[in-house]
């Protein structure tokens, strides 16, 4: 089993910046891909951006541009670098793992393809 433990959050000001980080322990993560996904108050749960094992990354629109996600397999560590900063950015904010991704290319925005979550950690941008 894999355990995600989120780092990272915090409280910005629009247009700042934050990193999250998304450590997995007890497995590689060379093999998976990783998703990060968030939820703000009172919406569902919608996908912020996934990288697959060949490090092919994709990104919902509204993050285009200002979100970057990566990957650093010897550390089994996933980050999300988050730049210009919005309100509407605030969420809490959850990496998750698909251990079986279909190819080394293959990436997917559908939460029920991610096998393991993290715990989540807050996000909250100020205007």
């Known amino acids: 089993q894999v355990q995600l433990v989120e780092s990272g959050g915090g409280s910005a000001q629009a247009g700042g910046s934050l990193r999250l980080s998304c450590a997995a322990s007890?497995?590689?993560?060379?093999?998976?891909?990783m998703g990060w996904f968030r939820q703000a108050p009172g919406k569902e749960r919608e996908f912020v951006a996934a990288i697959s094992r060949s490090a092919i990354s994709v990104y919902t629109d509204s993050v285009k541009g200002r979100f970057t996600i990566s990957r650093d397999n010897a550390k089994s560590t996933v980050y999300l670098q988050m730049n210009s900063l919005k309100p509407e950015d605030t969420a809490v904010y959850y990496c998750?793992?698909?251990?079986?991704?279909?190819?080394?290319?293959?990436?997917?925005?559908?939460?029920?393809?991610?096998?393991?979550w993290g715990q989540g950690t807050q996000v909250t941008v100020s205007s």
């Open positions: 007890g497995r590689t993560i060379s093999t998976y891909a």
């Open positions: 998750a793992v698909d251990e079986n991704p279909r190819n080394s290319l293959w990436v997917s925005s559908r939460a029920y393809e991610y096998d393991y």
